[in-house]
């Protein structure tokens, strides 16, 4: 053993006492089983793309060979593909807090949120201000200014804690605002109930992004009277690789929708084939184009994984991973160049740890050849995401030690770890 592994010997016994303790009183350790793990790995992406769910490859077997393969074209009706999108946006409602007839599934997150966030302007004419976070995830930013160029908007870059004087000044003139209630860098969570109410009182609608936090924690869209929200499915939901995205549009909402690719599949109508749109009624004039059915209901079986456990369950074994974590790099960190940067508060932060280091991409590149898989984020974060359906105290551990030997033994520093693949 190395000097340093000797020094932190009692440190760690202590760290493996309280994962065991942890672990053996978890209540959501058996639902472990329903994903599909790679031994010797331990998996802190899901914020990115979620592990497999075990029930996805037989779901998807029978999809392509028995209702694809057999059913052909039938199974639009027979196997009801064509309820698909709302059958599975029900699912995801379900997880969000919304009662069904508010929520579809289909199309790209970048799709929805142009969709979205027109449609709310539009219910707010005369209002010029789109408002988004100035460290929004960068597609959330684009879109706006894309939908602000359209409407000849005007797109203002005002963080969280700033909305309130911004508002006090300027509230009257905002039409949406379009914020995500985690910061995708730092894992930091916003008051979801405070921002909404603020930008209803002020006038405008409340658009909610929730790639960062569907799955991971209780939303309660319906309780916030949250007006819209999207959503992926690839990340604490584990649809899998591009697995569609979601829109919640309130009740209230639905029947003055307007959104501007109007797609045959949200006519009312849809097989009358007539050139005229006209709307469906409720959510399913959310809808687009055919949507992509395979990845639909890989998603739809991807979402049984959830079964049987509440959100307020998985939120609270969430924060006690991370929170072990942070404890994790606090004993075995210090003094290595490690800042953690998600906030230590429980009801301030998502399911991710965070943390800076000027050297974060070889070392997330070093903990992968190691068998522990992270990410990085531009310029100097390492991030774990936390899927309390799937992830242990011990592998918080498992993570933080390795991150420790790694650094100790300069193993960030050879060169090929150095080369930036095309995703980071």
Same mark, same amino acid.
């Given at each position: 053993?190395?000097?340093?592994?000797?020094?932190?010997?009692?440190?760690?016994?202590?760290?493996?006492?309280?994962?065991?303790?942890?672990?053996?009183?978890?209540?959501?350790?058996?639902?472990?089983?329903?994903?599909?793990?790679? %031994?010797?790995?331990?998996?802190?992406?899901?914020?990115?793309?979620?592990?497999?769910?075990?029930?996805?490859?037989?779901?998807?077997?029978?999809?392509?060979?028995?209702?694809?393969?057999?059913?052909?074209? !039938?199974?639009?009706?027979?196997?009801?593909?064509?309820?698909?999108? /709302?059958?599975?946006?029900?699912?995801?409602?379900?997880?969000?807090?919304?009662?069904?007839?508010?929520?579809?599934?289909?199309?790209?997150?970048?799709?929805?949120?142009?969709?979205?966030?027109?449609?709310?302007?539009?219910?707010?004419?005369? !209002?010029?201000?789109? /408002?988004?976070?100035?460290?929004?995830?960068?597609? %959330?930013?684009?879109?706006?200014?894309?939908?602000?160029?359209?409407?000849?908007?005007?797109?203002?870059?005002?963080?969280?804690?700033?909305?309130?004087?911004?508002?006090?000044?300027?509230?009257?003139?905002?039409?949406?605002?379009?914020?995500?209630?985690?910061?995708?860098?730092?894992?930091?969570?916003? %008051?979801?109930?405070?921002?909404?109410?603020?930008?209803?009182?002020?006038?405008?609608?409340?658009?909610?992004?929730?790639?960062?936090?569907?799955?991971?924690?209780?939303? !309660?869209?319906?309780?916030?009277?949250?007006?819209?929200?999207?959503?992926?499915?690839?990340?604490?939901?584990?649809?899998?690789?591009?697995?569609?995205?979601?829109?919640?549009?309130?009740?209230?909402?639905?029947?003055?929708?307007?959104?501007?690719?109007?797609?045959?599949?949200?006519?009312?109508?849809?097989?009358?084939?007539?050139?005229?749109?006209?709307?469906?009624?409720?959510?399913?004039?959310?809808?687009?184009?055919?949507?992509?059915?395979?990845?639909?209901?890989?998603?739809?079986?991807?979402?049984?994984?959830?079964?049987?456990?509440?959100?307020?369950?998985?939120?609270?074994?969430?924060?006690?991973?991370?929170?072990?974590?942070?404890?994790?790099?606090?004993?075995?960190?210090?003094?290595?160049?490690?800042?953690?940067?998600?906030?230590?508060?429980?009801?301030?932060?998502?399911?991710?740890?965070? /943390?800076?280091?000027?050297?974060?991409?070889?070392?997330? *590149?070093?903990? *992968?050849?190691?068998?522990?898989?992270? %990410?990085?984020?531009?310029?100097?974060?390492?991030?774990?995401?936390?899927?309390?359906?799937?992830?242990?105290?011990?592998?918080?551990?498992?993570?933080?030690?390795?991150?420790?030997?790694?650094?100790?033994?300069?193993?960030?520093?050879?060169?090929?770890?150095?080369?930036?693949?095309?995703?980071?």
């Amino acid at each position: 053993m190395s000097r340093e592994t000797l020094e932190a010997a009692p440190a760690l016994e202590e760290l493996r006492v309280r994962a065991s303790a942890l672990d053996a009183a978890d209540p959501l350790a058996g639902r472990r089983d329903r994903f599909v793990l790679p %031994d010797g790995t331990v998996y802190l992406d899901g914020n990115s793309l979620g592990a497999l769910p075990a029930a996805v490859p037989e779901a998807l077997a029978d999809a392509v060979h028995r209702q694809w393969g057999e059913g052909l074209i !039938r199974s639009w009706n027979e196997h009801q593909w064509w309820q698909a999108p /709302l059958r599975v946006g029900d699912a995801i409602g379900r997880l969000l807090g919304a009662a069904p007839g508010q929520t579809a599934a289909g199309d790209s997150t970048t799709v929805q949120l142009f969709n979205a966030l027109t449609a709310a302007a539009r219910l707010r004419p005369g !209002r010029r201000l789109l /408002l988004t976070d100035p460290g929004h995830f960068p597609t %959330d930013q684009y879109i706006a200014d894309s939908v602000a160029r359209l409407l000849g908007m005007e797109v203002c870059r005002v963080a969280v804690d700033g909305l309130p004087r911004f508002l006090a000044e300027r509230g009257d003139e905002v039409a949406v605002a379009g914020y995500s209630p985690v910061d995708y860098r730092t894992g930091e969570l916003h %008051d979801m109930a405070s921002v909404t109410r603020a930008v209803q009182v002020a006038g405008g609608l409340m658009l909610w992004d929730l790639c960062h936090a569907a799955g991971a924690l209780p939303v !309660r869209l319906d309780e916030l009277d949250v007006d819209l929200a999207v959503g992926c499915g690839y990340k604490f939901l584990s649809g899998g690789p591009g697995a569609p995205a979601f829109v919640y549009v309130a009740r209230r909402h639905q029947a003055a929708f307007d959104q501007p690719l109007t797609g045959w599949n949200g006519h009312a109508d849809p097989f009358g084939l007539s050139g005229d749109y006209t709307p469906a009624p409720g959510v399913e004039r959310a809808r687009i184009g055919t949507p992509p059915i395979l990845s639909l209901l890989a998603l739809e079986a991807a979402l049984t994984a959830f079964e049987g456990t509440g959100m307020e369950e998985i939120r609270a074994k969430s924060l006690s991973l991370t929170g072990f974590f942070m404890d994790c790099a606090d004993t075995l960190l210090d003094g290595l160049g490690f800042t953690v940067v998600t906030p230590r508060e429980p009801h301030r932060r998502g399911s991710q740890v965070a /943390l800076r280091h000027p050297d974060a991409y070889p070392l997330v *590149a070093a903990l *992968a050849a190691r068998g522990v898989i992270g %990410d990085m984020r531009a310029p100097d974060l390492l991030r774990f995401g936390v899927n309390a359906l799937y992830v242990s105290h011990q592998d918080m551990l498992t993570a933080v030690r390795h991150l420790w030997e790694a650094v100790s033994r300069g193993e960030h520093q050879d060169p090929r770890l150095r080369r930036r693949a095309a995703v980071t």
